[in-house]
């Protein structure tokens, strides 16, 4: 439980079944790597008794925040199977707009095993981008995978360094990557963790989370093939039966002979949202039976409270320079906040402020303010905020504030002033030039 409390407190396809990754056993190598890597701590053992599930590798994090609420091996290197597919559409979606046109290639063709984990596509056959990519995620199909890494990069290997570098701008340290499709190696190892990360950063993406999350998917006919394809999810927890999850939100599963079955999954009740993800599960299973005990546990623990800009509101300071009001600055928040914390707190113990910084300058642009969110009156966390800058003009004068009325009255008293100084002499002038008088 403790991990749990200390995560909460946070700011913020055809219907035959796909079995991508079948690989030989590992080697005595990668045995001995893995089980150096197995060191049990007494917290470890202490967090998954919180749970009774089969597995000895799973996590589940807040997708919001990543905080993780519950760990058991999360950091130890596995084998991930096709879920290294996440990475696989997550970055080809970068590169290739879902409406390009992709062609099987016979260099692509050449690339995977045509006897298992494919659509059967053929040489020349052309589909969309976003075929391949449903095909991909729902149905673990290579030769779709192929397809896409190739449009994206040109080459696969050129693709996998893409991968890497994906992995290594999220510090995933644990990840490492030697072929887009998820077949056993090496090279390609990853931790439970680590996958969570990948899943919460590519569902951020709107095109990915509908993939994520579809139940099946058909591909429309193509210059090849006169019939429209159905794709199945392979994930049961998203298709109708007795492993459906009424939260969830999306899931990839896969196996290999030597790692067993894995699953990623995401799920929402409420405005919270988690993701879980198992690896090396005995059957298919007790992966489903695993995770969904482990989003049980984040939904019956967990709350997420969510502050909008209304409930924070705005503060407004105003910039006095020389004694005079020069400008107002108004602080805001732009977006919600949102903070996971334990079912048993009070909600309404969660405030905000908004705390204005070097307040007493005499220039606008050296004030700033930081959102603040308290709980029960203690800081848990900031966030900047947003600042807008109105100058206040300088009060008007007299003349100014008459307008044409008073500049034409001025000339009049000007003429008056003029008239009453040269009349004495005018009339001076006047009398001396009269004739004089008999």
């Known amino acids: ?212 999350g579809a139940s099946g998917y058909s591909i429309s006919p193509t210059n090849k093939q006169p019939q429209s394809r159905a794709i199945a999810q392979d994930c049961e927890l998203l298709r109708s039966g007795q492993y459906a999850y009424e939260d969830i939100t999306g899931g990839k599963i896969g196996s290999t002979a030597s790692g067993g079955f894995v699953l990623a999954a995401s799920a929402k009740r409420g405005a919270t949202s988690l993701i879980a993800v198992v690896l090396q599960e005995e059957t298919a299973d007790s992966a489903y039976r695993d995770i969904v005990k482990i989003f049980e546990y984040g939904f019956q623990n967990a709350q997420t409270v969510t502050i909008t800009p209304a409930d924070i509101g705005t503060k407004t300071v105003e910039v006095m320079k020389d004694g005079k009001h020069v400008a107002d600055v108004t602080f805001s928040a732009d977006s919600s906040f949102s903070v996971l914390m334990p079912k048993e707190m009070d909600p309404d113990g969660l405030t905000s402020e908004i705390v204005v910084m070097n307040e007493k300058a005499s220039e606008p642009e050296r004030i700033s303010a930081e959102v603040h969110f308290l709980m029960n009156g203690d800081l848990i966390g900031t966030a900047p905020a947003s600042k807008k800058i109105q100058t206040v003009e300088a009060e008007p004068g007299i003349v100014e504030k008459t307008g044409g009325f008073r500049g034409i009255f001025d000339l009049f008293c000007i003429a008056v002033l003029v008239g009453v100084l040269l009349l004495p002499p005018a009339i001076r002038l006047f009398l001396s030039l009269a004739p004089p008088k008999e």
């Open 1 to 212: 439980m403790r991990k749990l409390i200390t995560g909460f407190i946070s700011v913020f396809l055809a219907f035959l079944p796909v079995y991508a990754e079948e690989s030989p056993s590992p080697t005595p190598e990668e045995t001995a790597q893995e089980g150096a890597q197995e060191t049990t701590t007494a917290e470890e053992e202490e967090e998954k008794k919180l749970i009774d599930i089969s597995t000895d590798y799973a996590v589940l994090i807040d997708a919001d925040s990543g905080k993780v609420l519950f760990d058991s091996h999360a950091d130890t290197q596995r084998d991930p199977a096709s879920l290294t597919k996440i990475m696989t559409v997550y970055v080809a979606m970068q590169s290739v707009s879902e409406s390009q046109q992709i062609t099987m290639s016979s260099e692509a063709f050449q690339t995977y095993d045509h006897n298992q984990g494919v659509l059967w596509i053929q040489e020349g056959e052309t589909l969309s981008a976003l075929d391949c990519e449903y095909a991909t995620m729902l149905a673990s199909a290579n030769d779709t995978a192929a397809m896409l890494a190739e449009a994206a990069a040109l080459s696969q290997e050129g693709f996998v360094q893409r991968m890497n570098a994906e992995a290594e701008s999220m510090k995933l340290a644990n990840t490492k990557f030697d072929n887009i499709f998820g077949y056993t190696g090496e090279g390609n190892r990853s931790t439970a963790y680590d996958i969570a990360m990948i899943t919460r950063q590519a569902i951020r993406n709107e095109s990915f989370r509908k993939i994520f």
